[in-house]
């Protein structure tokens, strides 16, 4: 619930009842700076053109900024804009002051962005921030994201991004945390918590937007705004879980998804805007439309012309128009010939004014000047928890005879061009860092004062370069070789057939083993990579990711043993692209892979994923022993002992998995309900812990019926979806 006090909610009955009708469609309207500024590019593209470095991001900011001058001012006069996308704070005041000091009301702004994964100072991208399994990590990183952004004049984040994603042709499972229900409704919590509860001050926090409301990451075929179909049961199970915890966190805004959802366009569909989110689920704050969304449910074929469009997100429970001007242009009209009620109008302006009371923006409306250069340096405790995060986030996969961690004095040839990239390391969706904060692997390894020398030899977009493969040869004892994605390969409208190494890659590897001199490669990438050539062939695998800022220091701390790997999968990788979707929660099937011919298999390829979700290797090794379970009341008490029996601390991630055997509609073989991070010494063994209400282990029908069924339940406690310990018992509710 959004927590405004009684006497709030009356004043904004009051302001609700002077408004005219005009004034109330303004605040229903979101534009972008595309519009405002007469560019004629769309912003999503000026996103894209800084991203792939068509334009600097410095030409960027001042697009952003110049554009606002051009706004047209009479409009916020007028009081027919609510929200805005602009990040400068001194323009964020300038037009904040036309609608507080010169509009009839003085109702405030409400200014919006993508922050995805951090503001200024970039932490990891979604996908890998969730292999960190850590609650409290992603709840700090959230807090420093909005006090960043704040004393920038954004009030507003289109984050956190919660698609449940299963297939990783689809370019945005990238922003998301991954495959699973339980650790995507986690990072919901904690995101939603660390952006908006430190109302302390109205500079600590920022209005969250779940999205995409709901299922974006089941499109079809993995293609970026493809149809998404789906039962009911699968729809409450895997993909309504995160924002129905994230509803229940106080979340302030959420933002409708552009597919179709079993044939209805989520930014008109009813039955999720208004029955299961604003009903069900009790969301008291606002929906806003994803960008041109309700234009295009003329190109959908669900509505005739835009001026039906407009009406029928209004009365399917759609707020806020991000982009279009549709609500600007059609509504008044609407209205006037009773085709729309105001009631319905007066429903959607009393929520986003709700919003914009709980930011504070009535009493205090303007950044600060004082703050505003607050973070023009990077503080360092923000830098340093980017690091812990990127840290925290890589995944060691493969480390055959401990060729990792090396040795600083070993002389490395560094290689691979993704290395030397510094506006690679921020990953897709970072708009508003500065290139020049941001460390590369290269400068890491040369700020941990490694015996390194670098050697482009190629990349993911370029060719190879056959003179520095032979320096990079001779010269170094061992070869690391960073490969995988540039940003711009993952994200939106990134969706890919093929999920081999880009380019010549693969190509680059071979020549590497060919010298017969070790290879340890550094994966830099937005998405799980079919990596089974890799996986065979190629001693050392770590999963860096797109850390953010402080990439290169944190790789070097992972691969010079400053820090042990603690990285687990927060999604399933493919051996090749064609298994796509695969996922460890899956049903049974009548006759699950095997052996034998007849049996739910693939004749060219196994079905298993090459490596799974939860999987991580570490620089120690650890063994599990004597799991029990036992019924406790309302509870299962889990406890399994963890021991440390390598050589160095460690810390691992006890993943609790529980399967429902039988059930009145078919279950998957696993479902993560639980998980705990302990650090152990060399030698250590400690028992582990672990709850289950037993209320949390039932499923939803396609009748949309939360279910307990008595019947046999497996539990399983283990360091990953594959390899756990296993114990049977009856459980009745
Ligand atoms: C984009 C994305 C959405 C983003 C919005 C504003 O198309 O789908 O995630 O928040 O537009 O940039």
């Not at 993943?655 to 479902?671: F, W």
């Amino acid at each position: 619930m959004i927590r405004i006090s009684d006497k709030q909610k009356e004043w904004i009955k009051k302001l609700l009842s002077q408004m005219t009708l005009e004034e109330k469609i303004g605040q229903m309207n979101q534009e972008s700076v595309s519009i405002v500024g007469g560019f004629d590019v769309p912003f999503e593209e000026l996103i894209e053109m800084v991203t792939d470095g068509r334009i600097s991001q410095e030409a960027f900011e001042k697009i952003m900024s110049t554009a606002a001058q051009d706004y047209h001012e009479a409009d916020i006069r007028a009081g027919r804009v609510g929200s805005l996308m602009v990040q400068n704070p001194r323009k964020c005041n300038e037009l904040q002051k036309i609608a507080v000091e010169e509009s009839r009301l003085g109702i405030p702004l409400l200014f919006g962005l993508d922050v995805i994964h951090g503001f200024r100072t970039v932490y990891p991208i979604a996908i890998a921030e969730a292999c960190a399994f850590d609650m409290d990590l992603f709840e700090r990183t959230a807090r420093m994201a909005a006090k960043e952004s704040r004393t920038q004049g954004v009030n507003w984040h289109f984050a956190p991004m919660l698609d449940v994603a299963r297939d990783a042709r689809w370019g945005r499972v990238s922003e998301g945390p991954g495959e699973d229900p339980y650790l995507v409704s986690c990072f919901a919590r904690a995101k939603v918590r660390g952006l908006q509860n430190d109302t302390s001050s109205p500079e600590n926090y920022v209005a969250a937007c779940l999205k995409h409301f709901v299922a974006y990451g089941a499109c079809e075929a993995g293609r970026d705004y493809n149809t998404v179909s789906m039962a009911h049961s699968m729809l409450c199970n895997n993909y309504l879980p995160p924002f129905a915890a994230a509803v229940e966190e106080g979340a302030a805004t959420v933002m409708a998804a552009f597919h179709d959802l079993n044939g209805v366009p989520c930014t008109v569909n009813a039955g999720i805007l208004r029955t299961m989110l604003k009903e069900n689920y009790g969301f008291d704050g606002f929906v806003v439309s994803d960008a041109n969304a309700i234009r295009e449910c003329v190109t959908h074929g669900i509505a005739a012309d835009e001026e039906a469009a407009g009406q029928t997100a209004v009365k399917a429970g759609l707020d806020m128009d991000m982009g279009t001007q549709i609500y600007k242009k059609h509504l008044k009209q609407a209205v006037a010939d009773g085709r729309l009620s105001e009631k319905l109008i007066d429903e959607a302006v009393e929520r986003i004014l709700t919003v914009k009371m709980w930011l504070g923006l009535f009493e205090h409306p303007y950044v600060e000047e004082r703050s505003m250069d607050r973070y023009e340096v990077l503080p360092r405790e923000h830098l340093a928890l980017a690091r812990e995060a990127g840290c925290k986030s890589a995944v060691l996969l493969k480390n055959e005879g401990h060729l990792l961690p090396l040795h600083k004095k070993t002389k490395i040839s560094l290689v691979g061009s993704l290395a030397d990239k510094k506006e690679e390391v921020a990953g897709a969706w970072a708009i508003s860092y500065r290139t020049n904060d941001c460390v590369s692997i290269k400068e890491g390894f040369e700020n941990a004062g490694a015996n390194v020398r670098y050697f482009p030899c190629g990349g993911p977009d370029t060719e190879l370069e056959e003179e520095e493969i032979k320096k990079a040869a001779s010269y170094g004892d061992v070869i690391v070789a960073v490969v995988g994605e540039t940003a711009a390969m993952s994200g939106e409208a990134a969706s890919k057939a093929d999920l081999t190494l880009p380019g010549k890659q693969r190509e680059l590897l071979e020549k590497l083993l060919a010298t017969g001199k070790p290879v340890a490669v550094l994966l830099m990438n937005g998405r799980p990579l079919a990596l089974h050539w890799e996986a065979e062939h190629i001693p050392a695998i770590l999963e860096c990711w797109q850390m953010g800022v402080e990439m290169g220091n944190a790789v070097a701390d992972l691969v010079f043993g400053a820090v042990n790997p603690q990285g687990r999968l927060s999604v399933s990788f493919p051996q090749v692209t064609g298994q796509c979707p695969i996922y460890y929660n899956h049903p049974n099937t009548g006759r699950p892979g095997g052996k034998s011919k007849f049996t739910s298999r693939y004749l060219d390829v196994t079905e298993q994923p090459e490596f799974p979700f939860g999987f991580g290797l570490s620089y120690t090794e650890y063994q599990y022993h004597n799991l029990t379970v036992r019924e406790e009341g309302d509870r299962l008490v889990v406890c399994v002992e963890v021991e440390n029996t390598g050589t160095i601390t460690g810390t691992e991630t006890v993943q609790l998995y529980m399967r429902d055997v039988t059930a009145s509609i078919v279950r998957p073989v696993k479902e993560l309900k639980g998980f705990e991070k302990v650090t152990l010494e060399p030698g250590e063994r400690r028992e582990i812990i672990l709850c289950l209400k037993k209320e949390e282990m039932g499923f939803y029908n396609n009748e949309g019926e939360y279910r307990l069924e008595d019947g046999v339940f497996t539990i399983y406690a283990g360091g990953n979806a594959r390899d756990c310990l296993k114990q049977d018992l009856y459980i009745t509710f």
